[in-house]
């Protein structure tokens, strides 16, 4: 036991600090390179983010932190593991003795190659050719092997890879979850397609100007809680959020002047990240309670506000009239049910981020399956793109007419992100329980909504989320949050609750 635990967490405490500035360094060079690195600026950026991340891996795997984290954890403040001082002697330690096991030579490979790795996927989807990205991948997936082999599991790399994100979790126990999920919206899809068959977008599909939709969207933004004395939106080819200091949180979209829907709750979505960041206690900043409990738990919160409140008829009764304004020549004199119908309609679609909120799951079990068996060595990259379009066919009923629009649509693999695709369904289920328990604590939601004030559910989410930090596992917040565990009943009873209203009680409109 340390003679002066108090000391040594101060030490402890410093170490986390030091590694949060270099660590929002590397966040600052990577937000650069997504939104404004020109083209020539590229190669030189590898190294620089290569060598940023090699410092900071020194820092992570200090001896010195070891032994500190290692007195700490016998002392007194150790002895509640969800105290603060307790959460971050455990949360520390164990990521301590995982950055361990990873050679820096490893480290800053992987950095290196998945810059260069971004940067052969957006040519390669921009000229629709998977052969120029193929390479890339195969270096990457070696990378990703050798770390999941490196950091060890019980025979599934996979493993492995999911604990980097979503802590604890397993695929024995999400394909349970996913399975569940994927036999439920299967043959619910087809019926609500079969709905919905007919309709088109044609109030969201008329024209938009990129200024006023950015104008509308940082208001909306800005109304749900988002924070721009704190943080600010900017343009992107594949949006994001990412926090580059305690009051500095960066989100981003992309606009389609012939489409609402793609910055809209792109802009929403993100800033429900970006909400969470800044919901963070920042006395604590870097450090456990300070940090985000979980990518499942933070995607819980970006859909949460992008589709259990803002595609909510509560919501629209508000912003309908604000948008009509803003828009006249797209939706003056155009009635409230057609454009929630639209905003709700189910369809199959061969891009992920566009998709409802039904099909959207599908895509995620796809993935989870093909980046399993990719990681196995079971698929090449070369029968990648016949293996994605066949899981199209059998998942969605549609097949992409090019890799641009299938295989190649996302950045996670040119990105290293092996393991992430499923924290995006974790987050859909939490957020479906979230508004159900917020709904059970007597606030009535819809008209707090109607009326424009979401206060009352961020200052739920922040008591119940946010301030909570990393001092509970995602299980564990959500069994505190919610009453239960994470199960798919909730999402499900939302979004038969929804579409029914959307399209049953409103044929015709
Ligand atoms: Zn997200």
């Given at each position: 036991m340390p003679r002066d635990p108090e000391n040594r967490l101060g030490e402890l405490l410093a170490r986390a600090r030091d590694a949060a500035l270099v660590d929002a360094l590397l966040a600052l060079l990577q937000w650069d390179e997504r939104t404004t690195l020109p083209i020539g600026g590229r190669a030189y950026r590898a190294e620089q983010v290569a060598r940023v991340a090699g410092q900071l891996h020194a820092i992570r795997t200090d001896p010195g932190l070891g032994d500190c984290l290692g007195e700490l954890a016998e002392s007194p403040l150790a002895a509640d593991p969800h105290s603060d001082e307790g959460a971050t002697i455990r949360v520390m330690r164990r990521d301590f003795e995982r950055n361990a096991k990873i050679p820096a030579r490893l480290v800053e490979e992987l950095a290196r190659e998945t810059v260069l790795g971004q940067q052969a996927w957006a040519e390669a989807r921009n000229r629709n050719e998977y052969a120029l990205f193929r390479p890339r991948l195969d270096r990457i997936l070696a990378l990703k092997r050798e770390q999941a082999d490196t950091l060890g599991h019980?025979?599934?790399?996979y493993d492995a890879m999911l604990e980097e994100y979503e802590p604890g979790a397993t695929v024995r126990e999400l394909t349970g979850v996913l399975e569940g999920l994927r036999l439920a919206l299967i043959p619910w899809v087809a019926e609500a397609a079969d709905a919905c068959r007919g309709r088109e977008a044609r109030l969201l599909g008329r024209f938009y100007s990129r200024s006023d939709q950015e104008a509308f969207g940082v208001e909306a933004a800005a109304r749900i809680g988002f924070d721009f004395s704190r943080g600010r939106l900017d343009v992107t080819d594949h949006p994001f959020c990412t926090t580059l200091g305690p009051h500095d949180c960066r989100i981003t979209t992309r606009y389609d002047e012939r489409f609402f829907p793609t910055a809209f709750f792109g802009i929403l979505h993100e800033a429900g990240h970006g909400i969470y960041e800044q919901g963070l206690r920042t006395d604590w900043y870097g450090t456990p309670p300070g940090s985000f409990a979980s990518l499942g738990v933070h995607e819980s919160q970006s859909r949460l506000w992008e589709n259990?409140?803002?595609?909510s008829r509560p919501f629209w009764e508000h912003h309908f009239p604000i948008a009509q304004r803003r828009f006249p020549s797209a939706l003056e004199g155009a009635r409230l049910d057609a454009f929630l119908g639209e905003i709700n309609m189910v369809r199959p679609s061969l891009i992920r981020v566009e998709a409802d909120e039904a099909t959207y799951n599908l895509h995620i079990v796809l993935r989870f399956e093909l980046e399993q068996a990719l990681l196995d060595d079971t698929l090449s990259t070369t029968d990648l793109p016949a293996a994605w379009n066949a899981k199209y066919a059998e998942f969605l009923g549609i097949t992409p007419p090019d890799d641009a629009s299938?295989?190649?649509?996302?950045v996670h693999w040119s990105a290293g992100l092996f393991g992430y695709f499923p924290t995006y369904t974790i987050g859909n289920l939490l957020a479906a329980q979230i508004a159900e328990a917020y709904r059970a604590s007597d606030r009535a939601s819809d008209a707090e909504w109607s009326r424009g004030d979401y206060t009352g559910l961020l200052e739920w989410l922040r008591r119940?989320?946010?301030?909570?930090?990393?001092?509970?596992s995602a299980p564990e917040l959500c069994r505190r949050a919610t009453?239960?565990?994470?199960?798919?009943d909730a999402l499900l009873a939302h979004l038969r609750g929804k579409f029914a209203q959307a399209y049953h009680g409103h044929v015709g409109s």
């Open positions: 019980g025979g599934a790399r259990l409140v803002g595609r299938g295989v190649l649509q996302d119940e989320i946010h301030t909570r930090g990393r001092c509970f009453g239960r565990e994470l199960a798919p």
